[in-house]
Antibody, heavy 126, light 108 residues
Framework: QLQLQESGPGLVKPSETLSLTCTVSGGSISSSSYYWGWIRQPPGKGLEWIGSIYYSGSTYYNPSLKSRVTISVDTSKNQFSLKLSSVTAADTAVYYC??????????????????WGQGTMVTVSS | DIQMTQSPSSVSASVGDRVTITCRASQGISSWLAWYQQKPGKAPKLLIYAASSLQSGVPSRFSGSGSGTDFTLTISSLQPEDFATYYCQQANSFPPWTFGQGTKVEIK
């Protein structure tokens, strides 16, 4: 059974870089046509897609965050990672990683997120 | 960006009630819409994809309909475990993929 687990610091100082890793277990990150995404949720608010990556390294980013976001993949460790630079208090949120169905091609589950990590709270504060 | 607007923002209902939540897209998205359920402190759970297809393991009391810009999620007979927040997500146009603001289903 595929599982995802986020890890990383729970506290980041303003202007620094937030770094999180998602470890995939129970399956290979590179064995299928899935994408792997990051979604965040500020306290008491809704969901915001941050970006997604394919095991080849192909990425899509939210234009609103693109200048600050880097998502990378390490297939040897079955992990993908998020870096968000120049953080402010507005970046305080629960960060989720998730498996995403392909955003194109012959698939009825187009771009939906079907398996999620439990989420990790990241607070931006000095 | 495609904006997704859900209504109502919250609904109070009793066990056994029929509950309908609406999601409207700012432009046509064909049938490329997903619905998620989120309980407090938990990750979202995929309920429905392609507007009306039930994800494996999801009870049949959940159903989805719509195409173009207007979509609905219906819970035919609300159960205690259904009290949660529900989100729609458009899967047609990216980046970005966008979510609705959420609808909280509360106990009456």
């Amino acid at each position: 059974q595929l599982q995802l687990q986020e890890s990383g610091p729970g506290l980041v100082k303003p202007s620094e870089t937030l770094s999180l890793t998602c470890t995939v277990s129970g399956g290979s990150i590179s064995s299928s046509s899935y994408y792997w995404g990051w979604i965040r949720q500020p306290p008491g608010k809704g969901l915001e897609w941050i970006g997604s990556i394919y095991y080849s390294g192909s990425t899509y980013y939210n234009p609103s965050l693109k200048s600050r976001v880097t998502i990378s993949v390490d297939t040897s460790k079955n992990q993908f990672s998020l870096k968000l630079s120049s953080v402010t208090a507005a970046d305080t949120a629960v960060y989720y990683c998730a498996r995403q169905h392909p955003p194109f091609g012959v698939t009825t589950m187009l771009a939906s997120f079907d398996i999620w990590g439990q989420g990790t709270m990241v607070t931006v504060s000095s | 960006d495609i904006q997704m607007t859900q209504s109502p923002s919250s609904v109070s209902a009793s066990v056994g009630d029929r509950v309908t939540i609406t999601c409207r897209a700012s432009q046509g998205i064909s049938s490329w819409l997903a619905w998620y359920q989120q309980k407090p402190g938990k990750a979202p759970k995929l309920l429905i994809y392609a507007a009306s297809s039930l994800q494996s393991g999801v009870p049949s009391r959940f159903s989805g309909s719509g195409s173009g810009t207007d979509f609905t999620l219906t819970i035919s007979s609300l159960q205690p475990e259904d009290f949660a927040t529900y989100y729609c997500q458009q899967a047609n146009s990216f980046p970005p993929w966008t979510f609705g603001q959420g609808t909280k289903v509360e106990i009456k």
